[in-house]
């Protein structure tokens, strides 16, 4: 026996409007500053609760892989091993985010995992106490768990709600997979930003400590990057391999989409500080 089918909960992507690294610790971690906000463009979750233990995931990308080391399935087993929930629940996911971007997608999919399986199974667990299973499986994931635009810290755990404009953007999804391991790990990587107050940083031009080093070892992040810069100021999110425009309208982004070359792929989102998730929660 199962119960109807839960849908339409989002997983949103997430842009760095900045990114600075201050260091390296000696557990291999790199303190962080960095600013997140998320866009309107989702993954798609449905869920059912079933009666028995098992967790099934079904999904529209032949290349998310259905096993027990999938983020999305690791985050429901985590919620049914902290609170002891004695049913499981199956899972549908449409993948719409570009994969390895930079754009959070697996992150945001685990967090809207826990937050609808906590809702969905009755298990009454905080937001708080929600992020601290998720930081277990991602540094991301506390910031879709929350569900605010936030300046972090730490490795990205300490998060501090704030407001940025909420500006359209256009987002360019390069054909190249960064890994964010890779980069962390690359000497060349800066690793010596002075740590600053949120309000300097929030008023002085916004930069991405990773892109000099990704732009020089992949020419498509490079090639997309120089094409929208000659549109709006533009920045790569996270380690890559996703680039972003800033544009004041909605109009003015799509503009600049219907010029982008036919070898490139690129959507507009629109800039927002409350998640879509905490929209659908707040939800009768």
Same mark, same amino acid.
């Given at each position: +026996?199962?119960?109807?089918?839960?849908?339409?909960?989002?997983?949103?992507?997430?842009?760095?409007?900045?990114?600075?690294?201050?260091?390296?610790?000696?557990?291999?971690?790199?303190?962080? !500053?960095?600013?997140?906000?998320?866009?309107?463009? &989702?993954?798609?979750?449905?869920?059912?609760?079933? *009666?028995?233990?098992? @967790?099934?995931?079904?999904?529209? +990308?032949?290349?998310?892989?259905?096993?027990?080391?999938?983020?999305?399935?690791?985050?429901?087993?985590?919620?049914?091993?902290?609170?002891? *929930?004695?049913?499981?629940?199956?899972?549908?996911?449409?993948?719409?985010?570009?994969?390895?971007?930079? @754009?959070?997608?697996?992150?945001?999919?685990?967090?809207?995992?826990?937050?609808?399986?906590?809702?969905?199974?009755?298990?009454?667990?905080?937001?708080?106490q929600l992020a601290a299973i998720g930081l277990k499986l991602g540094?991301?994931? $506390?910031?879709?768990?929350?569900?605010?635009?936030?300046?972090?810290?730490?490795?990205?755990?300490?998060?501090?709600?704030?407001?940025?404009?909420?500006?359209?953007? /256009?987002?360019?999804? =390069?054909?190249?997979?960064?890994?964010?391991?890779?980069?962390?790990?690359?000497?060349? @990587? =800066? %690793?010596?930003? $002075?740590?600053?107050?949120?309000?300097?940083? /929030?008023?002085?031009?916004? %930069?991405?400590?990773? !892109?000099?080093?990704?732009?020089?070892? *992949? =020419? !498509?992040?490079?090639?997309?990057?120089?094409?929208?810069?000659? *549109?709006?100021?533009? %920045?790569?999110?996270?380690?890559?391999? &996703?680039?972003?425009?800033?544009?004041?309208?909605?109009?003015?982004?799509?503009?600049?989409?219907?010029?982008?070359?036919?070898? +490139?792929?690129?959507?507009?989102?629109?800039? +927002?500080?409350?998640?879509?998730?905490?929209?659908?929660?707040?939800? $009768?």
């Open positions: +026996m199962s119960q109807e089918i839960s849908r339409n909960w989002p997983a949103p992507a997430k842009l760095n409007l900045f990114l600075h690294i201050n260091g390296r610790r000696s557990d291999g971690y790199h303190e962080l !500053q960095t600013l997140f906000q998320f866009v309107d463009c &989702c993954d798609q979750l449905d869920f059912r609760v079933t *009666y028995t233990p098992e @967790l099934i995931l079904h999904s529209n +990308m032949s290349n998310v892989v259905a096993d027990s080391d999938n983020l999305i399935l690791r985050a429901a087993k985590s919620l049914q091993q902290s609170t002891g *929930y004695p049913g499981g629940a199956e899972i549908w996911l449409d993948k719409r985010l570009p994969m390895g971007g930079g @754009l959070g997608g697996g992150s945001s999919d685990a967090a809207t995992t826990l937050v609808a399986l906590n809702q969905l199974w009755n298990t009454q667990l905080s937001h708080d540094a991301d994931i $506390p910031v879709f768990i929350h569900g605010f635009a936030a300046f972090a810290e730490g490795v990205g755990e300490r998060l501090q709600t704030v407001n940025p404009a909420e500006l359209w953007y /256009l987002i360019i999804a =390069p054909d190249a997979h960064v890994s964010t391991t890779a980069v962390f790990q690359d000497p060349q @990587l =800066p %690793r010596n930003t $002075p740590k600053l107050g949120i309000d300097t940083l /929030l008023s002085q031009p916004w %930069r991405n400590d990773c !892109q000099e080093l990704v732009v020089s070892k *992949y =020419p !498509q992040v490079a090639k997309a990057l120089g094409w929208l810069l000659e *549109y709006a100021p533009s %920045r790569m999110t996270g380690t890559g391999a &996703c680039v972003f425009g800033e544009f004041s309208s909605q109009q003015q982004a799509l503009a600049a989409l219907a010029k982008l070359p036919s070898d +490139m792929q690129g959507f507009v989102a629109k800039g +927002m500080n409350i998640s879509p998730l905490i929209v659908r929660l707040n939800r $009768p």
